[in-house]
């Protein structure tokens, strides 16, 4: 059974870092496509970041420059480094996964983790 379990939010200061994990378990991260999903109350889930199995990478505008997203495929763990966060980041944010090519299409995604709030203060 594939599972996808999160860590890392919490709150921080306006131009603070935090680093979320998702750990990922009944699969191998190397052979999907992994991506970093928002989403504020009443609003629709949207792109982060994504990541292949190939290492290529993907990052909405408003976050370009400032996360990283990452995996470790030893330890099936996908990161987003989060810096310089402002207040309009706060969010839930949610890991998923999906097989095949990677897409900005939060629908696309078919394993979702249960998500984690990161909230920052002006």
């Known amino acids: 059974q594939v599972q996808l379990v999160e860590s890392g939010g919490g709150s921080v200061q306006a131009g603070g870092s935090l680093r979320l994990s998702c750990a990922a378990y009944?699969?191998?991260?190397?052979?999907?496509?992994m991506g970093w999903f928002r989403q504020a109350p009443g609003q629709e889930r949207e792109v982060v970041a994504t990541i292949y199995a190939d290492g290529s990478t993907f990052y909405a505008d408003s976050v370009k420059g400032r996360f990283t997203i990452s995996q470790d495929n030893a330890k099936n763990t996908m990161y987003l480094q989060m810096n310089s966060l402002k207040p309009e980041d706060t969010d839930v944010y949610y890991c998923?996964?999906?097989?095949?090519?990677?897409?900005?299409?939060?629908?696309?995604?078919?394993?979702w983790g249960q998500g984690t709030q990161v909230t920052v203060s002006a």
């Open positions: 009944g699969y191998t991260t190397s052979s999907v496509c």
């Open positions: 998923a996964a999906r097989w095949g090519i990677c897409s900005v299409v939060a629908d696309s995604f078919r394993y």
